[in-house]
């Protein structure tokens, strides 16, 4: 890939050469300013107030854990000489070690004990009580039952994530090299659980080439991701390891860059990626310990992983097995738009508050499920949240599921309370029909036992107590509630212009090939062809989720903001298997994209480094408007040649051992035993829980059909608003479902009725 040699004897790091070798231009120069004193206002970097604060409270917590150890030893009995040998040490991983951490941020450590300092007895028990006994220590909780079991508390006003490792020696020694792996020797899964997160921290570190690079562009990508709402682990997106493993992949693909170029770069790559290829900073070591590394073709459950972001740290792991097919085609679709965006910054057609432009999620949708918990007291409701937010990702997958993934959500990666209501919050999942399917008169999607299975999982939480409730319904975008908005007020519709909005805008200009002059380069398409390529889209997302040898080429989000307008697809330029006609159109496409590439051709210095471009692929350039006169033609052939380039770059990047592995044609309702209560189910009428999903998996066509049916003729149930609009209908509680209940399952209230009526019966019945 044309990088044979390294500048100044640069070690290449990663499984491939790099993309580019090019340097910073002028240009990155200048935007990667604007973009640190960015993320500076944005209030993403402490103070040195803090800074010092918090290594006090490190260094403090040290010694604490080696008087604990000191103190249990004795207790069982060890001779003084191995008394005042017994050591614990803390380490730290996460944002605070990787050095991306914010203001207010909690501190992921963990200690490291010797080989008679147990964890159920001396870490949860005797360092539980010493830390309970302290006047700094609020907020202590214990999470004994976790994937990850973990100490939780605050520390003179700082939150602490206490993790615990039992080593098999008898004396930690201080200068302990965790990064080896015969430090995993004799040790049990839960050890190699908790000493993972600071091996694959340490080793992310080693393996990018400019530490400080990495750093800023993270930070970026994590604002980013809060912002645009994908930001959640729990909830089927990317939680800060996730991001930080996509940041340093490209790090190692662009090693010279800054993080102006880098975050371009990320959403470029990121775009064309064809999941479920893996992401991986370093090849898969199988090791010396026997343990299970991440293999698709040897492990069945890892056949299941949709969009597969490999630890690099014995035994590799997949970061990212709660990403679902829903999730998949969220992020898809923002990565995309900050595709467009960073592009049309080269342009001067956008900047950075355009990037960084919240989601608006309450306004993407016009129907939302709504997931209300309460409970008695602080505590009660902090657990009850923990075990219910586990949970939400499994009513994503059933509904879709039951509904052939006609219907999708959208979960919201945070909750909501109301401050007039104590020990109460919300959360809210955005509902849409999948869009370029069209629909039937009557058609409908019954949920209603989805929604019941559901409530009937988390209620089988083994640490319920009274007062532990959760209801669900389904609302209206007019009717969400005012608390989930800053400061309890809605916003005045419509809102301020956005770059979504403008893209939803340019779709309202039907049967028009172009748009306003200064969005010219943008392939705008007339309605017909939009939807034509838009079900390409959702097709392709569909297919690519069975097969690793097609890319995922998925539409951008932006339009779902408009209540007319479905969202704008772009055939993906890295799409390798596409017919004449898709060709054609995609040729068509480069043309309008090829004004934006001529302002991209000024930063040229990138391409020393880049690998050999095949014959022709800068033909677009002819096909230019003249609309910028100042940059020539043949710079614009350089650019397009460019792109193909990283285009044919990428895609020997995943010609790798993992190309083939097919995903199975349905998800699992458990990914991967991630829960942090995975073992707090109790025994509900012989296992109700498991039976449940055993039922989801294996339910046949027929057992699903009454999810989708058609609508019965009671005009009761035929509720419509904005002239037959796409809309979801509640159903009045209480009316039985004859077709749902079965001999051994209870009578289930009806919930939720989705409805979609053709818009000359809604036309009839509003007049």
């Keep these: 890939m044309g990088s044979s040699g390294l500048s100044n004897g ?100 963990l200690c490291v004990g010797p080989t008679h300092a147990s964890r159920d007895k001396d870490f949860f028990g005797e360092l539980h009580k010493m830390l309970s006994e302290m006047p700094e220590v609020t907020e202590l909780h214990p999470v004994r039952d976790a994937h990850v079991p973990v100490m939780k508390f605050k520390f003179s006003g700082i939150s602490i994530d206490l993790l615990y490792a039992k080593l098999s020696l008898w004396v930690i020694p201080e200068d302990l090299d965790i990064s080896q792996d015969s430090i995993l020797q004799n040790t049990d899964e839960q050890t190699v659980r908790s000493l993972n997160g600071c091996r694959v921290t340490d080793q992310i ?65 990121y775009t ?120 939400l990702r499994q009513l994503t997958l059933k509904i879709e599921r039951h509904t052939y993934n006609m219907l999708q959500c959208h979960p919201h990666p945070g909750d909501f309370s109301d401050s007039s209501r104590p020990f109460h919050c919300c959360y809210f999942m955005g509902l849409q029909r999948k869009q370029g399917v069209p629909v039937n008169e009557g058609e409908q999607f019954d949920i209603r036992l989805t929604v019941e299975e559901f409530k009937q999982n988390v209620n089988s939480y083994s640490s319920w107590k009274p007062g532990m409730d959760i209801h669900v319904c389904h609302i209206k975008r007019r009717n969400i509630p005012n608390f989930v908005f800053p400061g309890g007020i809605r916003p005045s519709r419509p809102p301020k212009v956005t770059w979504d909005s403008k893209r939803g805008s340019e779709l309202k200009v039907s049967g028009h090939p172009q748009v306003d002059k200064s969005y010219e380069g943008k392939a705008v398409l007339n309605g017909i062809d939009d939807q034509r390529k838009r079900k390409r889209v959702d097709d392709n997302l569909d297919n690519n989720l069975r097969n690793a040898k097609c890319f995922a080429s998925v539409p951008p989000s932006g339009s779902e903001v408009h209540d007319n307008s479905p969202p704008f697809s772009i055939a993906s330029s890295c799409s390798m298997n596409y017919d004449n006609t898709d060709a054609n159109r995609l040729g068509e496409l480069k043309s309008d994209k090829s004004v934006r590439d001529r302002q991209h051709c000024i930063r040229n210095s990138e391409h020393p480094g880049v690998i050999p471009p095949q014959n022709g692929v800068a033909n677009g350039a002819e096909r230019c408007t003249t609309q910028i006169k100042s940059v020539s033609a043949a710079a614009a052939a350089d650019t397009s040649t460019s792109k193909e380039a990283e285009k044919l770059a990428i895609e020997k990047i995943m010609s790798g051992p993992y190309d083939d592995h097919q995903t199975f044609p349905e998800e699992p309702d458990e990914l991967e035993d991630d829960i942090e209560y995975r073992n707090q189910v109790k025994d509900c009428g012989g296992n109700m829980g498991s039976s449940i999903v055993e039922s989801s998996i294996t339910k046949s066509a027929a057992e699903v059909e009454p999810f989708i ?55 009839e019945k509003s007049s």
């Design 10 to 109: 640069q070690q290449r790091l990663g499984i491939t050469e790099p993309i580019s070798l090019g340097g910073p231009t002028e240009y990155d120069v200048i935007k990667t300013r604007e973009l640190e004193k960015y993320l500076q206002d944005a209030g993403l970097y402490e103070s040195q107030e803090e800074a010092v604060g918090r290594e006090e409270v490190l260094g403090r917590l040290d010694q604490i854990v080696k008087i604990w150890v000191k103190t249990i030893s004795r207790a069982k009995g060890l001779n003084e000489q191995l008394v005042l040998e017994a050591n614990a040490k803390i380490f730290t991983f996460g944002s605070y070690r990787l050095g991306v951490h914010g203001p207010g941020a909690d501190i992921d450590t």
């Design 205 to 269: 570190l080693r393996l990018v080439p400019n530490i400080q690079s990495f750093r800023t562009t993270l930070r970026c990508m994590r604002l980013w991701a809060k912002l645009r709402g994908v930001y959640s682990n729990v909830s089927g997106f990317l939680g800060g390891i996730n991001w930080a493993l996509l940041v340093a992949r490209i790090c190692q693909l662009y090693p010279n860059a800054l993080p102006n170029m880098l975050v371009s770069r990320f959403f470029r790559v």
């Design 272 to 391: 064309q990626w064809r999941w479920p290829n893996p992401v991986m900073l370093c090849a898969i070591e199988e090791g010396s310990l026997g343990l299970q590394v991440w293999d698709p073709r040897r492990n069945p459950k890892d056949r299941f992983h949709l969009m597969p972001i490999i630890t690099p740290a014995y035994p590799c792991m997949n970061s990212s097995y709660n990403v679902s097919s829903s999730t998949l085609r969220i992020m898809s679709e923002e990565f995309q738009r900050g595709s467009e965006i960073c592009e049309a910054m080269e342009a001067n057609n956008a900047d950075w508050d355009t990037l960084f432009e919240p989601y608006p999620f309450f306004e993407a949708y016009k129907n939302y499920l709504q997931i209300e918990i309460s409970a008695e007291n602080a505590d009660d409701l902090r657990n009850w949240k923990g075990w219910v937010e586990s949970r």
């Design 709 to 763: 049916s058609k609508k019965d003729a009671s005009p009761s149930t035929d509720l419509l608003i904005n002239g037959g609009l796409e809309e979801l209908e509640p159903v009045e509680l209480g009316a039985p479902i004859s077709s749902l209940t079965s001999a051994d399952m209870p009578q289930r209230k009806p919930l939720i009725r989705l409805n979609f009526t053709s818009l000359g019966k809604a036309a």
